[in-house]
């Protein structure tokens, strides 16, 4: 089974080939990050600009890499929400004409069910199995009894993990997007300023990182009162801490009550070394598989949506033609 993926939903434009929904073909990611640094974060209309103007090009190269003709393929996937609905329509749009023109099913999926099924282009699932989504909107435990049933455990109750470290570093005067430039700052640094750690009800799963930011924003206000200056490398190693002890902690102890069989890592925030590190080391003393997707699979990307759609596919799910983007699309079972 061969499918051609589509991902527009936020700023980055990608088309994907993959094989059995676990063998990458071709995987082409056209990002915008250059000019989005220019505003400090994702103008919608400039996202979709350049989305129209890339997308085309992206899914021709794709087809290119693969040496693959549109006969060739099985279906087209798309991410159908959630996400900027001016971005998303123009990855549906054009799945739609391709679909049409080429007599295809086309496929909706759901951009965090992608998230989680980068991981099956590297190895299969299996359940029950524990995933953590840290991404740019979400930050999400999901239990998963078999394919496309979604169990939401626990999610943030204000920011997402990706938004705090955006937030963080612009703080610090760091540019978009702030994830990595924190992650490298807090890897050199020696020192680490304590911040706190919400844990919430001493059951809970959920998050909230909204309390960190500000307890950010107040250190260095204070300091700078007194006319001093914070250091950015000590300001990122005790923010990474503080959020990577608290994902790492309440992502074990769900690993455990649920008694899973493997536990996987998925979104741009998966891509943290300070955060693969604790996990890593967590699950080898639990005895439990835990993996992660390589960076260039943490982060937006349209193989992940072949993969997903793949799966979709030989559950026999198939969207319609009239399809819409769906910007505050809930994860749900695909037998629902
Ligand atoms: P969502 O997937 O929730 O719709 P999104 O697609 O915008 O949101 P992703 O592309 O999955 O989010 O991830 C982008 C986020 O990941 C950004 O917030 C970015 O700062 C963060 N990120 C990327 N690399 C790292 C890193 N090394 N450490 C921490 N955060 C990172
Ligand atoms: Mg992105
Ligand atoms: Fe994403």
């Known amino acids: ?19 059995n929904g676990r063998e990458i073909v071709s995987n082409v990611v056209a990002s915008q990050i250059q000019s989005q640094q220019r505003f400090g974060g994702v103008v919608p209309e400039i996202a979709s600009r350049h989305h129209v103007e890339q997308i085309t090009l992206v899914i021709e190269e794709a087809l290119k890499v693969a040496k693959m003709m549109p006969a060739d393929l099985d279906a087209v996937a798309v991410t159908e929400g959630p996400g900027l609905v001016g971005a998303l329509l123009i990855g549906i749009n054009a799945a739609k004409a391709f679909a049409f023109a ?10 965090i069910a992608g998230h989680i099924y980068a991981n099956q282009l590297m190895q299969p699932m299996e359940f ?28 943030t109750r204000d920011d997402a993990a990706g938004e705090a470290y955006d937030k963080v570093a612009r703080v610090l005067g760091l540019p978009y997007p702030g994830g990595p430039q924190i992650d490298k700052l807090a890897l050199e640094s020696e020192e680490a300023i304590e911040f706190p750690r919400a844990w919430l009800e001493a059951d809970s799963y959920d998050f909230s990182f909204s309390g960190l930011k500000s307890a950010v924003i107040n250190y260095k206000h204070n300091i700078e009162q007194k006319g001093g200056s914070v250091i950015p490398s000590h300001v990122a190693a005790g923010f ?31 891509a943290n070394k300070g955060l693969r ?39 026999g799910k198939r969207g319609a033609m009239d399809m819409n983007g769906k910007p505050g699309m809930q994860l749900t079972s695909w037998s629902e």
């Open 1 to 19: 089974v061969y499918v051609l993926g589509i991902e527009t939903s936020c700023d980055e434009t990608a088309a994907s080939i993959v094989k």
């Open 102 to 111: 080429n007599g295809l099913p086309i496929i909706g999926v759901h951009h």
């Open 128 to 155: 029950p199995l524990l995933a953590l989504i840290v991404s740019g909107g979400h930050t999400e435990l999901v239990v998963m009894e078999k394919h496309g049933s979604f169990k939401l455990i626990g999610e």
């Open 240 to 270: 990474q801490q503080s959020v990577v002890d608290v994902l790492t902690a309440k992502t074990v102890r769900a690993a455990k009550e649920y008694g899973v069989k493997q536990v996987i890592a998925a979104g741009g925030v998966a």
């Open 277 to 315: 590190t604790s996990l890593e080391a967590i699950f080898k003393d639990a005895g439990i598989p835990f993996y992660v997707p390589p960076i260039s699979l943490c982060t937006d990307n349209a193989a992940m949506i072949a993969a997903a759609g793949t799966a979709m596919f030989i559950e």
